[in-house]
Structures are given as structure tokens and as C-alpha cells.
């Protein structure tokens, strides 16, 4: 009830402001369940993709938009629960992998759609990365669900980083064929077989958005960003010194200058001329 509300609310005047544009809208199945994997490029994706979908579908966010303080985190809470997004504590690796899994298998023994991002984390650049074997794969094996791909594109446009106000433009969601893994079934404590699964899909991401793959992880890639930007940044350390030749010119300079006591002083008593005794008379 409350999501086809926050759908009506958010959903409708989205879709009328930015007009998204569909392709594959036909792959979603009208029931059972279906882990949809998308790539990840902004933090609109998660409302884009529900709000052109006549299914509820459920993503997972990080549980401090669930724990805020205040009216803010309350409001934040309502908004996030109410659009059908899970909290998941993310201050483990391990912790948070297991807990995805957890509410992803609920959401699918459920017979609902559940959305999953395999990069971990939005894309720095606009590139796709390296899929997190991890969450996907294991999802989609223990639950034994079809994984359908998403492509997410150009609504990293919509807000870039350090704008306060979006861009009214159409981004693009174009979904592919449903994938079945059935193949790997009782697999899923290989890792090889996670790999394979979960590149398998990054592919198809990859074919669907058309854009440029690279081999590592996002998590990665933005750590090496940060690190360059901190070294392009001047250090205190950078700042020109004074040699010790500088230094001794400067303090040669302040000793060659007149002192204050070298200066004349008044005396305050005003000195008489000598007197030689010479009267000017003649004897």
C-alpha cells in the first residue's frame, strides 16, 4: 500500500518531468521471481528503474539512510522503506555480503523482484566495472531465479556531482533477455563458477549500456581517484623553504641596520659654549 503510494507520489511526477525511455520492458516477467542486475551510475537509478515498471521491485541501501536522527532521519527512513528499499549494514565486506543475501532471498522465496547493483558501488566515471561475484551469483543460485540485465544510461547526467539542481533530460533503461543458470546449479561454493557467472553477466550489461568495461573494481577505482586528487593537492612540505644561506643574508642585514640606541639622544639641558678667559680690555 505504502509503495503504490510513494510510486504514485515520486514515480508518476518523475516519469513526467525526465520521460524516461524503455527498451526490453517486455523481459520482466508479470510474476514469480527475477533478480534484476543493473549497472550503477547514479543515485536516481534506484527510482528510475521501479517508477517504469509495473512491479514492485526491492533494492538494498545502506542502513544509514534507515538510522538517522532527528525528523530528517525519519522522514529519510519513511521515504526509503516506503519506495521499497532494505537497509543493510555495509561495515563489513563479509557482513554486508551475507546480509544482501538474506534479503535478497526473502524478497525472491517471496515471488518479487529484487534489484542488485554487482559493482558494489556507483561507477566514478561512467564506466562499467568489475561485478562482485560475491552477492549476484550466490543470489542467483541459491534462489535459482532468472537474472535479467539492466542498463542504466546517461542518468549520471541528470545531477553530476557538486550540482545542486538536475538536468531535465531522458535517460534510457534498456532491460535484456532473462539468464538462466540453471546449468551451475549446487555450484555455489565454487568460486570459479561465481566468476563466471557474474562476468557473464557484466557482458551483458556491458553489450545493453555500451559502455567502456574495465577490469577492476569500482571500489578500486575510486580509492586510486581519491589518492591522486590528495597528491595533486600542495602539502605544507611542498611550500619553498629559506635556504641557510637566505637566512644568514636576512640576519646579516638586520645587524648592519642602525640600532634605536645609536641614535642621537636629548639630553634635555642645553650646553653653553667654553669660556677662555680673554676679556678683550688691554692693561
Same mark, same amino acid.
Given at each position: 500500500?505504502?509503495?503504490?503510494?510513494?510510486?504514485?507520489?515520486?514515480?508518476?511526477?518523475?516519469?513526467?518531468?525526465?520521460?524516461?525511455?524503455?527498451?526490453?520492458?517486455?523481459?520482466?516477467?508479470?510474476?514469480?521471481?527475477?533478480?534484476?542486475a543493473?549497472?550503477?551510475?547514479?543515485?536516481?537509478?534506484?527510482?528510475?528503474?521501479?517508477?517504469?515498471?509495473?512491479?514492485?521491485?526491492?533494492?538494498?541501501? %545502506?542502513? !544509514? $539512510?534507515?538510522?538517522?536522527?532527528?525528523?530528517?532521519? +525519519?522522514l529519510?527512513?519513511?521515504?526509503?522503506?516506503?519506495?521499497?528499499?532494505?537497509?543493510?549494514?555495509?561495515?563489513?565486506?563479509?557482513?554486508?555480503?551475507?546480509?544482501?543475501? +538474506?534479503?535478497?532471498?526473502?524478497?525472491?522465496?517471496?515471488?518479487?523482484?529484487?534489484?542488485?547493483?554487482?559493482?558494489?558501488?556507483?561507477?566514478?566515471?561512467?564506466?562499467? $566495472? +568489475?561485478?562482485?561475484?560475491?552477492?549476484?551469483?550466490?543470489?542467483?543460485?541459491?534462489?535459482?531465479? =532468472?537474472?535479467?540485465?539492466?542498463?542504466?544510461?546517461? &542518468?549520471?547526467?541528470?545531477?553530476?556531482?557538486?550540482?545542486?539542481m538536475?538536468?531535465?533530460?531522458?535517460?534510457?533503461?534498456?532491460?535484456?533477455? =532473462?539468464?538462466?543458470?540453471?546449468?551451475?546449479?549446487?555450484?555455489?561454493?565454487?568460486?570459479?563458477?561465481?566468476?563466471?557467472?557474474?562476468? !557473464?553477466?557484466?557482458?551483458?550489461?556491458?553489450?545493453?549500456?555500451g559502455?567502456? $568495461?574495465?577490469?577492476? $573494481?569500482?571500489?578500486?577505482? %575510486?580509492?586510486?581517484?581519491?589518492?591522486?586528487?590528495?597528491?595533486?593537492?600542495?602539502?605544507?612540505?611542498?611550500r619553498? *623553504?629559506?635556504?641557510?644561506?637566505?637566512?644568514? &643574508?636576512? %640576519?646579516?642585514q638586520?645587524?648592519?641596520? =642602525? *640600532?634605536?640606541?645609536? +641614535?642621537? *639622544?636629548? &639630553?634635555? %639641558?642645553? *650646553?653653553? =659654549? !667654553?669660556? &677662555?678667559?680673554h676679556?678683550?680690555?688691554?692693561?
Amino acid at each position: 500500500m505504502i509503495y503504490r503510494a510513494m510510486k504514485f507520489s515520486v514515480g508518476g511526477p518523475l516519469k513526467l518531468a525526465f520521460r524516461p525511455w524503455v527498451e526490453g520492458i517486455e523481459h520482466i516477467p508479470d510474476a514469480g521471481p527475477a533478480i534484476l542486475a543493473s549497472n550503477h551510475l547514479s543515485f536516481s537509478d534506484s527510482f528510475f528503474l521501479p517508477a517504469v515498471l509495473s512491479r514492485k521491485v526491492t533494492f538494498i541501501a %545502506k542502513a !544509514e $539512510y534507515f538510522t538517522s536522527p532527528g525528523v530528517k532521519g +525519519r522522514l529519510t527512513a519513511a521515504f526509503f522503506k516506503g519506495v521499497g528499499q532494505l537497509p543493510v549494514d555495509r561495515s563489513g565486506a563479509r557482513g554486508a555480503g551475507e546480509a544482501a543475501i +538474506r534479503s535478497g532471498m526473502a524478497v525472491l522465496e517471496s515471488g518479487e523482484l529484487f534489484g542488485i547493483y554487482p559493482e558494489g558501488t556507483r561507477s566514478p566515471d561512467g564506466r562499467l $566495472y +568489475r561485478g562482485k561475484p560475491g552477492g549476484l551469483a550466490r543470489l542467483a543460485l541459491a534462489s535459482g531465479a =532468472p537474472v535479467i540485465p539492466v542498463a542504466m544510461i546517461d &542518468t549520471e547526467k541528470i545531477q553530476p556531482p557538486g550540482t545542486v539542481m538536475p538536468k531535465l533530460m531522458r535517460p534510457g533503461i534498456r532491460i535484456g533477455r =532473462p539468464l538462466d543458470f540453471s546449468r551451475y546449479q549446487g555450484m555455489e561454493n565454487d568460486r570459479f563458477i561465481l566468476r563466471s557467472l557474474t562476468d !557473464e553477466v557484466m557482458y551483458e550489461i556491458m553489450r545493453l549500456s555500451g559502455q567502456e $568495461y574495465v577490469d577492476i $573494481y569500482a571500489t578500486a577505482a %575510486k580509492r586510486r581517484i581519491a589518492e591522486e586528487a590528495k597528491a595533486a593537492r600542495p602539502s605544507k612540505t611542498d611550500r619553498p *623553504q629559506q635556504t641557510e644561506k637566505s637566512q644568514q &643574508t636576512e %640576519k646579516s642585514q638586520q645587524t648592519d641596520r =642602525p *640600532q634605536q640606541t645609536d +641614535r642621537p *639622544q636629548r &639630553t634635555g %639641558k642645553r *650646553q653653553e =659654549p !667654553e669660556k &677662555t678667559g680673554h676679556t678683550g680690555r688691554t692693561g
